[in-house]
């Protein structure tokens, strides 16, 4: 077995996803300043939040779930992977075309389904008109999402990792074009969004075709391995629909309350930033090498991946999630404080952004601890576990409405989050030692979370020396800066002192993967 090689992946991966991360926080950031909290950028995120509600049922979630293990045992086994994913190309792309023909038909059902606080005022009409624009994105970026995976499955994954920057590039032109033109910035935002899918399929199209992997598309077919890809595809659906209801709820929630949806999501911008660069991308790499490491019968080889996967994931999203916690309303202020953004927009987000930042650690051990279960072909365990969740996450919701108010979406996420990591964990020790963490990561794990509370302690005292400049029109941004690389040394000094991490481990590692 030629395996995939884990740490320089997850590093690319990772490079690509800070540099999209990035974009987005730019395109974020231009989206608060010219439109800002309000009925409009609340209609936007309603709307844009429909394709890429649909797009992680279908295309990350449900599909690549069910897609990439069985590719990446057919390329180990050299049994006819191409056919393979041509006829799973061609049966996505049909039911994608009958889901977006319903959606754009019945478009005012689901705003009022996943929106329903709008419909008492304008945002109702407004994230109908939007929606309808916006959400054959679906079509485009679930199939680029097929491409992506099969990319990842031979090894290559710069070109996937990469699509996701075209988005953000695109809709930062566009609103530049906008501004530039005089013309209402929100449409031109709009309108971007599926010529962006357009151009992120053709991206990985032709990375897939360079690659080796031409596929191209036909008639449907429903052959004895599409019947296997539904059977483990379903269970995953469903459970990616418990994931999405969960957002719904909490969309829902906030929907009743003035500019609260457009809080939640540059807070929600925000804590994606280090699970895109960290936890997105160690699942990414670790599903295919796992599933192929299983194919060819390599416990040692799938144990070391797993826990080198989830030391790195908890060595870099740790000390992310202190500093959210401990700083927030200083990075919040800098990123989005400007034009429409008020300061008291900036510390309402802020507050959120700390409840998620409790529960970054626990999105990210997700992504390490699902592919336990995928690269298995086993989507049903999820399902149920996600289920639990789901439960939770309503209750919660709902129920501290009339203590938390708008917040309690945000409580009930990180608390939902939570519970799942628990039931992964526990249900993924059933499967063997393979899905066990072995003893340099159960020695080192302790000692990067007390690095990390160090780390805290010194950001907090550097946070109160700081004061007035963390409030002043520029110097809030050289205050930011300090703040950053104080926090970054005195992680690496404490992380290097108690033997949290070495840097020579990655050193080595990729010396190792160029071999």
Same mark, same amino acid.
């Given at each position: 077995?030629?395996?995939?090689?884990?740490?320089?992946?997850?590093? $690319?991966? #990772?490079? &690509?996803?800070?540099?999209?991360?990035?974009?987005?926080?730019?395109?974020?950031?231009?989206?608060?300043?010219?439109?800002?909290?309000?009925?409009?950028?609340d209609?936007?995120?309603?709307a844009?939040?429909?394709?890429?509600?649909?797009?992680?049922?279908?295309? *990350?979630?449900?599909?690549?779930?069910?897609?990439v293990?069985?590719?990446?045992?057919?390329? *180990?086994?050299?049994?006819?992977?191409?056919?393979? /994913?041509?006829?799973?190309l061609n049966?996505? /792309?049909?039911?994608?075309?009958?889901?977006?023909?319903?959606?754009?038909?019945?478009?005012?059902?689901?705003?009022?389904?996943t929106?329903?606080?709008?419909?008492?005022? %304008?945002?109702?009409?407004?994230?109908?008109?939007?929606?309808?624009?916006?959400?054959?994105?679906?079509?485009?970026?679930?199939?680029?999402?097929?491409?992506?995976?099969?990319?990842?499955? $031979?090894?290559?994954?710069?070109?996937?990792?990469?699509?996701? =920057?075209?988005?953000?590039?695109?809709?930062?032109?566009?609103?530049?074009?906008?501004?530039?033109?005089?013309?209402?910035?929100?449409?031109?935002?709009? &309108?971007?969004?599926?010529?962006?899918?357009?151009?992120?399929?053709?991206?990985v199209?032709?990375? /897939?075709?360079?690659?080796?992997?031409?596929?191209?598309?036909?008639?449907?077919?429903?052959t004895?391995?599409?019947?296997?890809?539904?059977?483990?595809?379903?269970?995953?659906?469903?459970?990616?629909?418990v994931?999405?209801?969960?957002?719904?709820?909490?969309?829902?929630?906030?929907?009743?309350?003035?500019?609260?949806?457009?809080?939640? !999501?540059?807070?929600d911008r925000? !804590?994606?930033?280090?699970?895109?660069?960290?936890?997105?991308?160690?699942?990414?790499?670790?599903?295919?090498d796992?599933?192929?490491? @299983?194919?060819?019968?390599?416990?040692?080889?799938?144990?070391?991946?797993?826990?080198?996967?989830? *030391?790195? %994931?908890?060595?870099?999203?740790?000390?992310?999630a202190?500093a959210?916690?401990?700083?927030?309303?200083?990075?919040?202020? =800098?990123?989005?404080?400007?034009?429409?953004? $008020?300061?008291?927009?900036?510390?309402?987000?802020?507050?959120a952004?700390?409840?998620?930042?409790?529960? @970054?650690?626990?999105?990210?051990?997700?992504?390490?601890?699902?592919?336990?279960?995928?690269?298995? *072909?086993?989507?049903?365990t999820?399902?149920? !576990?996600?289920l639990?969740?789901?439960?939770?996450? /309503?209750?919660?919701?709902?129920?501290? =409405?009339?203590?938390?108010?708008?917040?309690?979406?945000a409580?009930?996420?990180?608390?939902?989050?939570?519970?799942?990591?628990?039931?992964? #964990?526990?249900?993924?020790?059933?499967?063997?030692?393979?899905?066990?963490?072995?003893?340099?990561?159960?020695?080192?794990?302790?000692?990067? %979370?007390?690095?990390?509370?160090?780390?805290?302690?010194?950001?907090?005292?550097?946070?109160?020396?700081?004061?007035?400049?963390?409030?002043?029109?520029?110097?809030?941004?050289?205050?930011?800066?300090?703040?950053?690389?104080?926090?970054?040394?005195?992680?690496? @000094?404490?992380?290097?002192?108690?033997?949290?991490?070495?840097?020579?481990?990655?050193?080595?590692a990729?010396r190792?993967?160029?071999?």
């Amino acid at each position: 077995m030629k395996p995939i090689r884990l740490i320089s992946g997850v590093l $690319t991966v #990772g490079f &690509w996803t800070l540099a999209s991360r990035v974009l987005g926080l730019v395109r974020d950031t231009v989206i608060l300043a010219l439109i800002g909290p309000g009925p409009v950028m609340d209609a936007f995120v309603a709307a844009f939040r429909l394709p890429n509600m649909f797009r992680r049922f279908f295309a *990350e979630g449900a599909f690549n779930a069910a897609f990439v293990p069985i590719f990446s045992k057919k390329l *180990e086994g050299d049994e006819d992977p191409l056919i393979f /994913a041509r006829d799973a190309l061609n049966g996505l /792309a049909f039911v994608l075309l009958i889901v977006t023909g319903f959606a754009l038909v019945f478009m005012p059902a689901l705003v009022w389904a996943t929106a329903g606080g709008f419909a008492a005022d %304008a945002r109702f009409d407004l994230t109908i008109g939007y929606g309808r624009i916006v959400f054959p994105y679906i079509f485009f970026i679930s199939l680029a999402a097929l491409f992506s995976g099969a990319l990842n499955a $031979t090894g290559h994954f710069a070109a996937a990792a990469a699509a996701p =920057v075209l988005l953000n590039l695109l809709v930062i032109a566009a609103m530049s074009a906008g501004v530039a033109f005089g013309d209402e910035v929100i449409w031109w935002l709009i &309108w971007a969004i599926p010529v962006a899918g357009v151009a992120q399929l053709a991206l990985v199209w032709i990375a /897939a075709e360079r690659s080796g992997v031409k596929v191209r598309p036909g008639l449907p077919r429903f052959t004895p391995d599409m019947r296997r890809l539904v059977r483990v595809a379903v269970p995953a659906a469903m459970a990616g629909g418990v994931m999405q209801i969960n957002l719904l709820v909490g969309q829902q929630v906030a929907s009743q309350f003035g500019q609260a949806v457009s809080w939640l !999501y540059a807070a929600d911008r925000l !804590y994606q930033l280090p699970l895109g660069v960290v936890g997105i991308a160690v699942g990414i790499v670790l599903l295919p090498d796992l599933s192929r490491r @299983l194919k060819a019968r390599d416990s040692d080889g799938a144990r070391h991946a797993f826990s080198r996967a989830g *030391e790195m %994931a908890l060595a870099l999203t740790l000390p992310a999630a202190a500093a959210l916690i401990i700083v927030p309303l200083p990075i919040v202020s =800098v990123l989005f404080e400007r034009g429409r953004t $008020t300061h008291a927009d900036a510390q309402a987000i802020a507050i959120a952004v700390a409840i998620y930042g409790l529960g @970054l650690p626990a999105f990210v051990l997700q992504k390490v601890l699902q592919p336990l279960f995928f690269a298995r *072909e086993d989507t049903r365990t999820p399902f149920r !576990y996600a289920l639990w969740s789901m439960g939770v996450n /309503a209750v919660l919701a709902v129920g501290l =409405v009339p203590i938390a108010g708008w917040l309690s979406p945000a409580i009930a996420t990180t608390t939902a989050a939570w519970v799942m990591v628990v039931m992964l #964990g526990t249900g993924g020790r059933k499967l063997g030692e393979t899905a066990r963490f072995d003893d340099r990561f159960r020695r080192r794990v302790p000692r990067i %979370a007390v690095a990390s509370v160090v780390m805290a302690g010194i950001l907090w005292g550097t946070y109160l020396l700081l004061g007035s400049m963390l409030s002043m029109n520029y110097w809030r941004y050289i205050a930011l800066l300090v703040l950053v690389a104080v926090g970054m040394l005195s992680y690496a @000094l404490a992380g290097q002192a108690i033997g949290a991490f070495r840097l020579s481990d990655f050193r080595s590692a990729l010396r190792r993967n160029r071999n």
